[in-house]
């Protein structure tokens, strides 16, 4: 059974720190790995998709990596502002199930 | 123009009632989905459909009766309503294969008093 861990459950950190949040998954034999970004009370935003033959993914100041074979995803963000507080999930995709599976999620606060 | 969408996005109702909730995606899709979040934020699959047809029944209690009617729409009905079953239930869809990017609504907070 997939189990996807994220750790620590909350950061803070002041403005204009680059940051690295991290994943890990039980089982490799995923399609991909997705990160998403959830505002309290809101929807989920899907960040980027990392598909399971490729490395990393980059999106303006956020860059994804993937280590399939050690079970390990990091989400790097550059120079983070106050507006990239929010809880940043990370799911990987069972393509033979049709099934995302949910870390617990980071909630990052960044301090003006 | 909203690519997964819910309704409601609020939904206060008693112990005992039955209620549903709708969704619709226009990203033409084959996979859809529901998902709860609890209380402690934690995303748990309920259901996957593929082409209209139940793939995941994620051992949920069998008061909840997703139906399909079109690989567009994926409704959510909950017979019998505890007060347990309050949480985020959100709808979310995707393309099979490899890349398969899955899109969620903005989720129906279901409150059971």
């Known amino acids: 059974k997939q189990e996807v861990t994220q750790i620590p459950a909350a950061l803070s950190v002041p403005e204009g720190e680059n940051l690295v949040l991290n994943c890990s998954f039980t089982?490799?034999?995923?399609?991909?790995l997705q990160w998403f970004r959830q505002d309290p009370g809101k929807g989920l935003t899907s960040l980027l998709l990392?598909?399971?033959?490729?490395r990393e993914q980059t999106s303006g100041r956020l860059n994804a990596s993937l280590d399939k074979s050690s079970g390990r995803s990091t989400l790097y963000i550059a120079a983070s502002q106050p507006g990239d507080s929010a809880t940043y999930l990370c799911?990987?995709?069972?393509?033979?199930?049709?099934?995302?599976?949910f870390g617990k999620g980071i909630t990052l606060s960044v301090r003006p | 123009d909203t690519a997964v969408s819910q309704t409601p996005k609020y939904l206060v109702t008693q112990m005992g009632n039955d209620k549903s909730i709708k969704c619709e995606q226009n990203?033409?899709?084959?996979?859809m989905y529901w998902y709860k979040q609890d209380s402690k934020k934690f995303l748990k699959i309920m259901f996957s459909?593929?082409?209209?047809?139940?793939?995941i029944n994620e051992t949920v209690p069998n008061r909840f009766s997703p139906k399909s009617p079109d690989k567009a729409h994926l409704n959510l009905h909950i017979n019998s309503l505890e007060l347990g079953d309050s949480a985020v239930y959100f709808c979310?869809?995707?393309?099979?294969?490899?890349?398969?990017?899955?899109?969620f609504g903005q989720g129906t907070r279901l409150t059971v008093v």
């Open positions: 979310a869809s995707s393309q099979a294969g490899v890349y398969t990017e899955a899109f």
């Open positions: 089982d490799s034999a995923i399609y991909n």
């Open positions: 990392i598909q399971s033959s490729q």
């Open positions: 799911a990987v995709y069972d393509g033979a199930n049709s099934k995302l599976t």
């Open positions: 990203l033409g899709h084959d996979t």
């Open positions: 459909y593929n082409n209209k047809e139940l793939i």
